[in-house]
């Protein structure tokens, strides 16, 4: 065209050719129709399956009983254990050898064994006893349950006591009793200690962790392997802009499965959400650069696709662990709590729930953001450095 | 021709071998990341709550609030390194996360108890970690309960007429790492599949040496078979180095029979390796291959097995779903070798899941193969 100003040998601007990049990479992505389920429906089947299975809640243990005594006592003593609805009666038998049995096959977690003369120690107040069994294979669930049963015993035994010594009054609460001492628990931000509503969020992040990364590294893989990632090199993208054409879709695509797994949580699983959803957004963008930035570091590390999923399972499964996730940071040797601070979901995770749970202002959890903007930067940095250097 | 020639099957997969070792990083992974998993799973994490942070406000400033507070220190389960003056003074403490539990002892505490009428106490947890929380009310309770029992039968000589006489079997300390290894050997296995098996045949596709094996005279079962030989050999070492790391340097006993526990293992790895192939060959791409094999045969493997979450705790539907879990079962298998000590006799349906699985797995394989190589 005649006229037209003189143009740098480079066509376009820098945001159009990006534009087009990330146009191609959409192309690319969704050219396989199953991908898109694949992106927007398995996190879906993935929240629900770790919202529902994803539990600590101790509940319906299986229990085994063999009853020596057959005595109205003995009999109230395993309906205190059941009316609580922390233990299921799976069987019943008179001989203990079926009990050793039941555990061995585990049919049951918990076996009562009742001696025989029970009622009669009972009344003589001769120090009666109950016989606990438990399977500690599953040692969460057993240490939880051992507690639940021996604090049912107590209090049983203490309302015993009570009416033996004071005459009557064992009108009281299931754990409680007539106590001298009331204990009044109140639970913040999760008055039901459901597990999951300490759970579902932290899959949120989880979720979205696995989804840029997994993309992002072997999207450029792929390239590599088929060979049109020289293609690439050889137009006129300069190497920043490739960056930005290749991670620039799946910061997309980790923002609607944000949404779409966020709306899951709110509406299927009445998670409470009580803080701001600005925040929230602001947030994943910024967890969002750590885990394109990786997925961009794998990129240059692997050759093969088997090879980037591999070394991105590497990462992301100790990232998870040590996280929080479903362990706590503050039951961690102190080596690895220290470890934790520069894992970006420890961060992520801590204000998705803080926002999801306990509703806290940006003052309260401002550090985490700090916190996510420089891991954050500096691994998109390295990733980014690091990638010029291969393309060159 | 002959149906399956040993010559053509180990030809196969000494083709599978080269191409695994050539790909030498891959192979590293696969010996590296059980040792990751198991590294962390025993040592780093773990759900045994100690240390617990306690914020006190103690009101009532008698003789009988500390003897409470000490009861809570003596327990070995608190930290109280917080006094408080007042219980709003918690909350900031609370929304930070820095402290779990906050005990409020009111002013009238001590008064009350001399008095004979029931003294009050209050615990306010941080419920946002609803299993710490549970853990943490339950040690409370513990303490507060002795405590109570304490005051009330002082005086009288009699003792607490009921007692419970609690014995653990199996994991007789309720050692998390106990529960965690022997179900870590059916997890890794199925990563196994999920990562490098479920790669195999779609990678063939996407490289397009698919059709160069079709042309070769091999049958699909020993393509199957073939492919199948050098992961059943890595995914076993994998199970030998985990369980031997696990017993010698975690000290998890292994009371059971090593030989059943190795052809059980065996029965499983195939089964699963059958599917990681069903999936390459169904979906013949890589990317898809991989993500299928996460969500089909990790995923469940890993939730829905009862691995780290008691299935009774999940609700009805979710119950079901586990009965086609192939883990669940091996699981059960593992933990019983490893921690029960049990044999055939016990494990007898367990075991004959485990074969009918290994069965079910190389039908899979070979019946999607046949499609294509025709």
Not at chain 1, 79 to 91: D, H, M, P, Q, W
Not at chain 2, 95 to 105: E, M, P, S, Y
């Amino acid at each position: 065209m005649t006229g037209a100003p003189p143009r740098s040998p480079r066509a376009g601007s820098s945001r159009e050719r990006i534009f087009e990049m990330v146009r191609k990479e959409f192309r690319q992505v969704f050219r396989d129709p199953r991908m898109w389920r694949l992106i927007f429906v398995a996190p879906i089947f993935q929240l629900l399956i770790f919202g529902y299975a994803v539990s600590t809640d101790v509940r319906d243990v299986a229990t085994f009983v063999v009853d020596h005594d057959r005595s109205a006592a003995s009999r109230e003593v395993v309906e205190k254990l059941t009316a609580s609805g922390y233990f299921r009666v799976s069987g019943r038998s008179g001989r203990s050898a079926d009990l050793v049995d039941a555990l061995l096959h585990g049919r049951a977690v918990l076996g009562v064994e009742i001696p025989a003369g029970f009622d009669r120690d009972l009344r003589a107040r001769a120090d009666a006893r109950v016989q606990l069994l438990l399977d500690g294979t599953n040692s969460n669930q057993a240490l939880v349950a051992r507690g639940y049963a021996e604090r049912i015993l107590q209090a049983h035994g203490l309302r015993l006591a009570r009416g033996g010594l004071a005459g009557g009054g064992a009108a009281a609460g299931p754990a409680g009793g007539q106590a001298a001492v009331d204990l009044r628990e109140r639970a913040w931000f999760n008055p039901e200690l459901r597990s999951r509503n300490y759970n579902v969020p932290g899959v949120v992040g989880l979720l979205i962790m696995l989804v840029s990364l997994l993309l992002t590294s072997l999207a450029v893989v792929r390239e590599r392997e088929i060979g049109t990632l020289e293609q690439l090199m050889v137009s006129p993208l300069r190497p920043l802009e490739l960056i930005a054409g290749k991670t620039i879709p799946f910061a997309l695509v980790g923002l609607v499965d944000l949404a779409i797994v966020t709306a899951v949580a709110v509406f299927w699983f009445h998670i409470p959400f009580r803080g701001s959803l600005p925040l929230l957004v602001l947030a994943s963008a910024l967890y969002l650069l750590s885990g394109l930035g990786m997925g961009l570091l794998v990129s240059t590390l692997a050759a093969t696709q088997q090879e980037a999923f591999l070394t991105t399972f590497l990462i992301f499964m100790p990232a998870i662990l040590l996280s929080g996730f479903m362990f706590p940071v503050s039951s961690m040797p102190e080596v690895f709590q220290w470890l934790t601070l520069v894992n970006p979901v420890r961060h992520y995770l801590f204000i998705v729930r803080s926002l999801f749970l306990k509703g806290v202002g940006f003052g309260a959890i401002w550090p985490a953001y700090l916190a996510l903007l420089v891991i954050g930067g500096a691994v998109l940095a390295f990733a980014a450095a690091r990638f010029h250097k291969t393309v060159e | 021709m002959a149906w399956l020639s040993r010559t053509r099957l180990l030809a196969v997969a000494r083709k599978e071998v080269l191409q695994l070792r050539r790909d030498r990083r891959s192979l590293i992974l696969a010996f590296v990341m059980p040792l990751v998993l198991l590294v962390l799973y025993s040592y780093a994490i773990s759900w045994d709550v100690r240390h617990i942070a306690t914020a006190v406000v103690d009101q009532d400033r008698s003789a009988k609030s500390r003897e409470l507070l000490d009861a809570f220190r003596g327990s070995g389960y608190f930290r109280l390194d917080r006094h408080l003056d007042r219980v709003a003074d918690a909350e900031p403490l609370i929304d930070a996360g820095r402290v779990q539990l906050v005990l409020v002892i009111p002013p009238d505490f001590s008064r009350r108890l001399g008095s004979g009428r029931p003294a009050e106490v209050q615990a306010l947890v941080d419920g946002s970690d609803a299993n710490t929380a549970t853990i943490v009310v339950g040690y409370t309770q513990a303490v507060v309960q002795d405590f109570s029992a304490r005051v009330l039968l002082r005086g009288a000589t009699a003792r607490l007429p009921l007692a419970a006489d609690t014995r653990v079997w199996f994991n007789e300390e309720l050692v998390s790492r106990n529960m965690i290894v022997p179900g870590l050997v059916a997890v890794i296995m199925m990563i196994i599949a999920a990562m490098l098996t479920s790669l195999t045949i779609a990678r063939e596709w996407e490289r397009g040496t698919m059709e160069q094996l079709a042309a070769t005279p091999v049958s699909r079962l020993e393509v199957v078979l073939g492919k199948l030989l050098p992961y059943l050999g890595i995914g076993l070492v994998d199970v030998v180095v985990i369980s031997v790391a696990g017993v010698l340097i975690f000290h998890v006993p292994f009371r059971g029979d090593p030989l059943l526990f190795l052809v059980l293992s065996t029965a499983y790895l195939i089964g699963v390796l059958g599917l990681g192939l069903f999936i390459s060959a169904v979906t013949r791409s890589q990317l898809l291959a991989t993500q299928l094999g996460m969500i089909f045969t990790f995923l469940p493997s890993f939730l829905l097995s009862g691995f780290m979450f008691a299935i009774s705790a999940m609700p009805p539907p979710l119950r079901l779903v586990t009965y086609v879990v192939p883990a669940r079962y091996f699981l059960v298998v593992t933990r019983g070798i490893f921690l029960k000590g049990v044999g055939v006799e016990v494990l007898f349906v367990q075991g004959l899941l485990m074969i009918a699985f290994a069965a079910l797995g190389l039908a899979l394989a070979v019946r999607v193969f046949r499609k294509e190589l025709a």
